[in-house]
């Protein structure tokens, strides 16, 4: 099992150690080519206009639809989900689109640009609490039908799933609980499974 990040810009190099750390070949993503070997793929934070644009240069859009397509599963955090999402607000954005949610960047205001929170996450029908950082943060502020809150903080989604797509608006990669990691892996083993059968 080998799970790529794209490595154009922002926190790509500690999903990495996060992935490896779980027991996965873990690769630094930077051509389009170097999707076709992999069997997941993590879109890390940073910053999302510069990602889009360096992803429309390297025209990254067309494999990545190809991957989603093949039903390989993503896990976007911050603006890995700001990319991924279906509508994106503050300022308005192109977007993927491959899971059905609004986001508004940057939402939690100056003040709290960048925290840490405890927080409440359900990842095998058990909950468990975690340690969750935000900086410069998405808010999800909507959800379609077809969504799965896995993480909450407070009474908001943070953590949400549809189908082979998984996202945070937090920064699993920059705490030592390794769980989000391990849950996107087991995903990326499920799909990996349903192909051999
Ligand atoms: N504020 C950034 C954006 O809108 C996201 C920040 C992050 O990824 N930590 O792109």
Same mark, same amino acid.
């Given at each position: 099992m080998k799970i790529g990040v /794209?490595? /154009?810009?922002?926190?790509f190099a500690l999903h990495v150690k996060a992935l490896a750390r779980c027991g996965v070949e873990a690769v630094e993503v930077r051509k389009p080519e170097e999707l076709e070997d992999l069997d997941g793929l993590v879109i890390p934070g940073g910053e999302s206009t510069t990602l889009l644009k360096l992803m429309e240069e390297w025209r990254f859009v067309p494999a990545l639809e190809k991957f989603h397509a093949a039903g390989k599963p993503m896990f976007g955090t911050c603006a890995g989900l700001i990319l991924l999402a279906r509508d994106v607000d503050s300022p308005r954005q192109a977007s993927l689109g491959f899971i059905d949610i609004g986001v508004e960047r940057n939402a939690y205001g100056r003040q709290r640009e960048s925290f840490s929170a405890m927080g409440s996450v359900e990842l095998d029908g058990e909950p468990h609490r975690l340690e969750m950082v935000f900086i410069r943060a998405p808010r999800i502020r909507r959800a379609g039908p077809g969504v799965t809150t896995l993480a909450s903080h407070g009474d908001e989604p943070v953590m949400a799933r549809e189908g082979s797509i998984l996202v945070a608006t937090f920064h699993p990669e920059l705490t030592n609980d390794a769980s989000i990691h391990r849950y996107f892996c087991a995903l990326v083993a499920e799909g990996t499974r349903e192909k051999a059968v």
């Open positions: /794209l490595a /154009l810009q922002g926190d």
